[in-house]
C-alpha cells in the first residue's frame, strides 16, 4: 500500500509537472532568478562590444572631431581677427597718426627754445626729496627740475641681490641697444626671473612718499611702460645729450596727445661720477627746441651723484623729456655701475564712457618684455599673484584682466601707435627685417613678400589675408573630404547589408554641427562684445587718440608766445592730467611772474568793492604789460594764440585775484575748469547735449560764481541759452558773498601815459599785420609785407608780399613791423630790371613816392610795395653767433660765426664739422636762437637720435 501510495504519489507529481498550468508556474518561479543572472553578469562582466564602442569613440573624437573643430576654428578667428582689422584697427591706425596737420591744430604750448638760464639749478643737492616735503612738494619739485632723487627706495640687501642678478643675466640675455653700446649691457628684466627682483618691487611699491608723489605726477596706479637693467663696464664711454622722448611726442606741448612718462633709475651700489654716475639737465624737460642740447653738451649738466657718490637704492625719478646722459665708466677700481630702471606712464583712459584721446610719447625705446605690458605699479609688486601666465600674456594683448585690477598700456595699442607714426622698432627698415622672418607660428609660404609701397599696415594686412585664404581652401577640402568617406562608408555598408549602420552618417553630421556650431556661437558672442565695447564705439564715431572735436578756424589774428607772455589756455585744465594740469604756472616765466603778481595783491580782495577791484585788476595787467613786457595770450579752438582784448585780461586778472584770495572759489571753480576742458575732450563731446547745453550751462554758472557779466554789443541780447540759464537759477542758489562787477559800466581801464614796449621788433607781431619782410629770411632785402601765419608749433612766420610772392618758414628775426616811408629815407627802386639805392624826395599821395637815385636819376611815382629797404646786420652779428650758410653758395647749413673779417665776410664753422671763408654777408643769416651761447636745433638733435634708434632712451 504504502508503495502503491509512492508509486502513484511520483505519479501524480509528473502529471502535475507535465501539465500547462504547472510548466506556466514554473516559468514564472524561474524569471527573476534569470533576470537577476543577466544583471549580474552585465553589471561585473562587461560585453566586448561595449568597450570597444567607447574606444573607437574617444579615437573618433581625438583624431577626427577634435582637429576638424580646431581647423575650422582657426579659420573662424582668422575671418574675425580680419574683420575686426579692417572696421577698427586700421582705422584705429589712422586715427593714431601724429601728422604736421594734427601738430599745428592741437597744440597746448609752443616751439620754446631754451638758454643756460633756463636750467633750474647746478647743484645735486637741490634735486634732493626730504623727509619733510610732502606729494604736493614733490610734485612742484618735479615740475620744476624734471629731476628728484628719492633716497632708500630699496635696502643694501635687496640692491647687493638684484645687482648679482642682472650681472649673471647680461651674457645670456638678448639686450636692448644702448647709446654708445661697447662696455654697456642692457635687458628686460622679466618679474618672475629671481626673488630678488620681486622684492626690490615690493619695496619701491611700498615706499609711502614715492607713492604718494607719483599718484600727485603721474595720477594713482601708474602703468609700467619700460623694466630693465643697465650695466656700465670700465671703459664706457660719454653718451651724447638726449632725451628719450622726442619733442614732436612733447606731453608739454601736445598735452592732450601724449602723455608724460617718468624714468626711475635706482643704483644699486654706491655710484662716484667716475664710474658713470648719470649727467641731468634740470629744467629742459619744458624745452623744445635748441640751444639747450648743446649747452648741457657743453658742461651745462651736473652728475645726479654730486660731487661725491650716488647712494646705493637712491632712485634717481626723470622726466624723459629732461636732457641727460649715461657718462663714462673711467675709475678702473670701482665696480660695475648697475642701474635698476622702472618707467611709469598714467594710466589709459580705457573704461566705460571713458576714451583716452593720448599716446606713448614717441622716439622712446620703453624696454619692456613684450608680455608685460597691461600691466600697473600694483601688478608689479605682486607678480606671483597677478603676473603669472597665461593670464600675462592675456593681459598683454588686452584680452583679459582680473576684476578690480585697472588697465595699463597693452602691447597691441602701444604697437599700433609705434606702427601709425613709424616709431622706435617699427620703421621701414624694421619692417624688411621683419618680413624676412615673418610671425614664428605662420609658415614662411603664408608671409607675403615685401612690395615697393609696403607699409607695416599693408603688409599685416596681407598676411591675414593670406592665412586666412589658404584655411579657407583647406577647411574646405578637408570637409569635403571628410563628407565624401563617410557618405561611400555608409553606402558600402548599406549594400553589405548592415542597415542599420546607415544611421552612422546621421550621426557623424550632428557631431559637425554641435562642434562647428558651438565655434560659431563663441565667435558670435565675441564679435558681438567687441562691437559693442566703448573700443569699438570711439573708434567708429572717430573720437580715440583725437583731442579735438574738430578742426575750426577762427578769424582772430594769431601770434607766437615768447616767454614773458601769460598764456592762459584751457587744455591743460583736466583732473585727467595730473600734475600737468599745473605745467604752465611752475614752467612758463611769464606765467610765474603773473602768479607773483596776483598773490602780491590778492589779499582780501573779495571783500574789496567793486571800484577798487576793477582798479587790481587794471593795475595787475598794466604791469605784465609794461614791466614784464608781456602781453596776455588765449587758445583758441584751432590751437592760435591769441591776444586778449583789454575786457578779456581784466576778466582774467579779476578771475585769477578771486580764485587766489578765496580757498572755496579756487575749488569750485577749478572743478568747473575741469568739467569745461572735458567737454571738449570727453566720450561724449560730439552730443548736443555737450557741445551746447551744458557747456552753456557751466558757463554761466561759472560767469555768476566769478560775478562777471559778459560784454555785449548794444542792442543786442546776451548769447546765453534760455534753458541754460533757468537750469541755473532753479537749482543754484548763490549767497552775494561779493558784488558783481558789471564791466560793462566801467570806463576806461589802462594807463595811457605809458606804451608797453617789445621786447625786440618783431616779438609782438600778429597774423594780418603790415610788416617789412627780409626776402627768402638771407638777402639784406626788405618789402613790404602781410603775416598770413605765426606757427607756433614750429616758431615761424609765413609772409606774402604786396607784389604777390611769398616766404614761408622765416624766423623772428627776417620780421619788422611796418613803418611807413619817411622823406629822405635811403630806399632802393627797381630801375630798368635793377634795384638802384636813392633817397625819397617826395611823397606822392596814394602810397607813391617820387626817388632820387643816385645812379639812374629821379624815379617818379614809385609804389610803396617796390620800394626795397636795407637794415644793417651788422651789430647783430658777433662772433659766436649761430647762422645759417649757403655751403659754397648752394644749401643752407647751420654753424657758427668763428671770425669777422674786416672786410665785412665770415669764417663760419658748420655744426657737421665743415668750414668755410670769407663768406659774403648775402650767403648768411641768423639763425633762430643767434646768441653766442646757441646750440643744434631741434632737427640735428632729433636726427642723431633717430640715427642711433634702438637705444634713445638709455
Known amino acids: 500500500?504504502?508503495?502503491?501510495?509512492?508509486?502513484?504519489?511520483?505519479?501524480?507529481?509528473?502529471?502535475?509537472?507535465?501539465?500547462?498550468?504547472?510548466?506556466?508556474?514554473?516559468?514564472?518561479?524561474?524569471?527573476?532568478?534569470?533576470?537577476?543572472?543577466?544583471?549580474?553578469?552585465?553589471?561585473?562582466?562587461?560585453?566586448?562590444?561595449?568597450?570597444?564602442?567607447?574606444?573607437?569613440?574617444?579615437?573618433?573624437?581625438?583624431?577626427?572631431?577634435?582637429?576638424?573643430?580646431?581647423?575650422?576654428?582657426?579659420?573662424?578667428?582668422?575671418?574675425?581677427?580680419?574683420?575686426?582689422?579692417?572696421?577698427?584697427?586700421?582705422?584705429?591706425?589712422?586715427?593714431?597718426?601724429?601728422?604736421?596737420?594734427?601738430?599745428?591744430?592741437?597744440?597746448?604750448?609752443?616751439?620754446?627754445?631754451?638758454?643756460?638760464?633756463?636750467?633750474?639749478?647746478?647743484?645735486?643737492?637741490?634735486?634732493?626729496?626730504?623727509?619733510?616735503?610732502?606729494?604736493?612738494?614733490?610734485?612742484?619739485?618735479?615740475?620744476?627740475?624734471?629731476?628728484?632723487?628719492?633716497?632708500?627706495?630699496?635696502?643694501?640687501?635687496?640692491?647687493?641681490?638684484?645687482?648679482?642678478?642682472?650681472?649673471?643675466?647680461?651674457v645670456i640675455e638678448k639686450g636692448f641697444f644702448?647709446?654708445?653700446?661697447?662696455?654697456?649691457?642692457?635687458?628686460?628684466?622679466?618679474?618672475?626671473?629671481?626673488?630678488?627682483?620681486?622684492?626690490?618691487?615690493?619695496?619701491i611699491s611700498e615706499n609711502k612718499l614715492l607713492q604718494a608723489a607719483l599718484t600727485k605726477i603721474v595720477g594713482p596706479n601708474p602703468a609700467i611702460v619700460e623694466f630693465t637693467g643697465?650695466?656700465?663696464?670700465?671703459?664706457?664711454?660719454?653718451?651724447?645729450?638726449?632725451?628719450?622722448?622726442?619733442?614732436?611726442?612733447s606731453a608739454f606741448k601736445f598735452a592732450r596727445n601724449f602723455v608724460p612718462t617718468y624714468s626711475l633709475f635706482i643704483s644699486l651700489q654706491d655710484t662716484t661720477p667716475e664710474m658713470g654716475a648719470t649727467v641731468v639737465c634740470p629744467g629742459t624737460h619744458q624745452c623744445i627746441s635748441a640751444p639747450i642740447s648743446a649747452i648741457c653738451q657743453e658742461g651745462g649738466g651736473i652728475h645726479v651723484s654730486g660731487r661725491s657718490y650716488w647712494k646705493s637704492g637712491t632712485g634717481a625719478l626723470l622726466n624723459q623729456q629732461v636732457f641727460h646722459r649715461g657718462a663714462a665708466h673711467v675709475d678702473p677700481q670701482g665696480p660695475d655701475r648697475v642701474l635698476f630702471i622702472l618707467t611709469f606712464a598714467s594710466r589709459p583712459r580705457f573704461g566705460r564712457n571713458q576714451v583716452e584721446t593720448r599716446m606713448i610719447g614717441q622716439g622712446g625705446s620703453y624696454s619692456l618684455k613684450w608680455n608685460q605690458w597691461g600691466h600697473t605699479l600694483q601688478d608689479f609688486a605682486d607678480p606671483a599673484k597677478y603676473m603669472?601666465?597665461?593670464?600675462?600674456?592675456?593681459?598683454?594683448?588686452?584680452?583679459?584682466?582680473?576684476?578690480?585690477?585697472?588697465?595699463?598700456?597693452?602691447?597691441?595699442?602701444?604697437?599700433?601707435?609705434?606702427?601709425a607714426n613709424s616709431d622706435v622698432g617699427f620703421g621701414l627698415h624694421n619692417l624688411k627685417e621683419f618680413a624676412t622672418t615673418g610671425f614664428t607660428f605662420i609658415p614662411d609660404f603664408l608671409t607675403p613678400k615685401l612690395e615697393e609701397g609696403y607699409g607695416w599696415e599693408k603688409h599685416l594686412l596681407e598676411t591675414v589675408i593670406a592665412v586666412r585664404t589658404w584655411l579657407w581652401e583647406n577647411v574646405t577640402r578637408v570637409h569635403l573630404g571628410y563628407s565624401l568617406i563617410m557618405v561611400l562608408a555608409n553606402l558600402i555598408l548599406y549594400l553589405c547589408g548592415y542597415k542599420k549602420r546607415g544611421r552612422a552618417f546621421m550621426q557623424c553630421t550632428g557631431r559637425l554641427i554641435f562642434t562647428h556650431g558651438l565655434v560659431v556661437l563663441i565667435a558670435v558672442a565675441i564679435w558681438y562684445r567687441?562691437?559693442?565695447?566703448?573700443?569699438?564705439?570711439?573708434?567708429?564715431?572717430?573720437?580715440?587718440?583725437?583731442?579735438?572735436?574738430s578742426y575750426t578756424t577762427t578769424k582772430q589774428p594769431g601770434t607766437i608766445p615768447l616767454k614773458t607772455d601769460v598764456l592762459i589756455s584751457a587744455r591743460f585744465q583736466s583732473l585727467s592730467l595730473a600734475s600737468y594740469r599745473h605745467i604752465l604756472d611752475v614752467n612758463h616765466p611769464g606765467n610765474r611772474q603773473w602768479i607773483n603778481l596776483i598773490e602780491s595783491n590778492c589779499l582780501n580782495y573779495n571783500n574789496l568793492p567793486i571800484s577798487s577791484k576793477v582798479a587790481v585788476a587794471n593795475m595787475v595787467v598794466f604791469e605784465t604789460k609794461t614791466s614784464n613786457m608781456g602781453r596776455l595770450l588765449k587758445q583758441t579752438d584751432d590751437s592760435?594764440?591769441?591776444?586778449?582784448?583789454?575786457?578779456?585780461?581784466?576778466?582774467?586778472?579779476?578771475?585769477?585775484?578771486?580764485?587766489?584770495?578765496?580757498?572755496?572759489?579756487?575749488?569750485?571753480?577749478?572743478?568747473?575748469?575741469?568739467?569745461?576742458?572735458?567737454?571738449?575732450?570727453?566720450?561724449?563731446?560730439?552730443?548736443?547735449?555737450?557741445?551746447?547745453?551744458?557747456?552753456?550751462?557751466?558757463?554761466?554758472?561759472?560767469?555768476?560764481?566769478?560775478?562777471?557779466?559778459?560784454?555785449?554789443?548794444?542792442?543786442?541780447?546776451?548769447?546765453?541759452?534760455?534753458?541754460?540759464?533757468?537750469?541755473?537759477?532753479?537749482?543754484?542758489?548763490?549767497?552775494?558773498?561779493?558784488?558783481?562787477?558789471?564791466?560793462?559800466?566801467?570806463p576806461g581801464t589802462m594807463p595811457e601815459q605809458l606804451e608797453p614796449m617789445a621786447p625786440y621788433p618783431a616779438a609782438w607781431v600778429q597774423e594780418e599785420d603790415i610788416v617789412d619782410g627780409q626776402y627768402r629770411g638771407s638777402f639784406n632785402e626788405w618789402y613790404r609785407a602781410v603775416v598770413t601765419k605765426m606757427d607756433a608749433n614750429k616758431g615761424k612766420i609765413n609772409i606774402k608780399y604786396f607784389d604777390g610772392d611769398k616766404d614761408n618758414n622765416l624766423s623772428h628775426r627776417s620780421v619788422r613791423p611796418y613803418k611807413a616811408l619817411q622823406m629822405g629815407e635811403v630806399v632802393s627802386v627797381q630801375v630798368e630790371g635793377k634795384y638802384y639805392p636813392g633817397r625819397i624826395v617826395s611823397l606822392s599821395g596814394d602810397d607813391k613816392y617820387d626817388i632820387q637815385t643816385f645812379d639812374k636819376g629821379l624815379s617818379k611815382n614809385v609804389p610803396g610795395y617796390l620800394v626795397m629797404r636795407s637794415y644793417d646786420n651788422s651789430e647783430s652779428v658777433v662772433e659766436g653767433s649761430v647762422v645759417e650758410a649757403k655751403f659754397q653758395g648752394r644749401e643752407w647749413f647751420r654753424g657758427r660765426i668763428a671770425r669777422i673779417n674786416d672786410d665785412g665776410t665770415?669764417?663760419?664753422?658748420?655744426?657737421?664739422?665743415?668750414?668755410?671763408?670769407?663768406?659774403?654777408?648775402?650767403?648768411?643769416?641768423l639763425a633762430d636762437d643767434s646768441s653766442p651761447c646757441s646750440g643744434l636745433d631741434t632737427e640735428a638733435s632729433t636726427a642723431k637720435l633717430l640715427f642711433v634708434e634702438e637705444g634713445k632712451g638709455l
Not at 531 to 536: G, I, K, L, R, V
Open 1 to 170: 500500500m504504502e508503495c502503491s501510495r509512492s508509486n502513484n504519489g511520483k505519479l501524480d507529481e509528473i502529471q502535475e509537472r507535465d501539465s500547462p498550468k504547472s510548466t506556466m508556474k514554473l516559468h514564472d518561479n524561474d524569471a527573476p532568478r534569470k533576470m537577476n543572472q543577466k544583471l549580474s553578469t552585465s553589471t561585473h562582466r562587461p560585453s566586448r562590444k561595449s568597450w570597444l564602442d567607447t574606444l573607437g569613440y574617444t579615437v573618433r573624437t581625438l583624431l577626427l572631431d577634435a582637429p576638424l573643430m580646431i581647423f575650422f576654428g582657426l579659420l573662424v578667428v582668422t575671418i574675425l581677427i580680419h574683420e575686426v582689422g579692417v572696421k577698427y584697427y586700421i582705422p584705429q591706425l589712422r586715427l593714431m597718426r601724429w601728422n604736421n596737420k594734427r601738430k599745428s591744430k592741437e597744440l597746448t604750448y609752443y616751439n620754446r627754445a631754451c638758454e643756460r638760464e633756463d636750467i633750474t639749478t647746478d647743484d645735486a643737492d637741490d634735486l634732493m626729496i626730504t623727509e619733510d616735503m610732502d606729494a604736493e612738494s614733490c610734485m612742484k619739485h618735479m615740475l620744476k627740475h624734471g629731476v628728484s632723487l628719492y633716497p632708500n627706495l630699496i635696502s643694501n640687501e635687496t640692491a647687493k641681490a638684484a645687482r648679482e642678478f642682472i650681472l649673471e643675466r647680461n
Open 178 to 203: 644702448v647709446i654708445e653700446n661697447e662696455n654697456r649691457y642692457s635687458f628686460g628684466i622679466d618679474v618672475n626671473s629671481h626673488p630678488s627682483i620681486r622684492q626690490a618691487l615690493k619695496e
Open 230 to 249: 643697465i650695466t656700465a663696464l670700465y671703459g664706457a664711454a660719454d653718451q651724447f645729450i638726449h632725451q628719450d622722448v622726442l619733442p614732436k611726442g
Open 388 to 419: 603669472s601666465q597665461p593670464w600675462k600674456t592675456l593681459r598683454a594683448l588686452g584680452l583679459y584682466k582680473p576684476k578690480g585690477r585697472d588697465w595699463g598700456w597693452d602691447y597691441v595699442t602701444v604697437s599700433s601707435m609705434r606702427i
Open 530 to 549: 567687441v562691437e559693442t565695447s566703448q573700443w569699438a564705439s570711439n573708434i567708429k564715431i572717430g573720437i580715440a587718440f583725437k583731442s579735438l572735436r
Open 640 to 746: 592760435k594764440w591769441v591776444v586778449m582784448s583789454e575786457k578779456e585780461s581784466r576778466d582774467q586778472a579779476h578771475l585769477s585775484l578771486l580764485k587766489r584770495s578765496d580757498k572755496t572759489l579756487h575749488t569750485v571753480l577749478t572743478l568747473l575748469e575741469h568739467f569745461l576742458a572735458e567737454l571738449d575732450v570727453g566720450v561724449f563731446r560730439e552730443t548736443a547735449m555737450h557741445k551746447y547745453h551744458i557747456f552753456d550751462l557751466l558757463e554761466n554758472l561759472q560767469d555768476r560764481i566769478i560775478g562777471l557779466v559778459p560784454e555785449v554789443p548794444p542792442g543786442q541780447p546776451a548769447k546765453v541759452s534760455v534753458n541754460s540759464m533757468m537750469k541755473v537759477q532753479r537749482f543754484v542758489n548763490l549767497p552775494s558773498t561779493h558784488a558783481t562787477i558789471d564791466v560793462r559800466s566801467i
Open 906 to 925: 665770415y669764417d663760419i664753422d658748420y655744426d657737421d664739422g665743415d668750414q668755410e671763408f670769407s663768406v659774403s654777408p648775402e650767403l648768411v643769416r
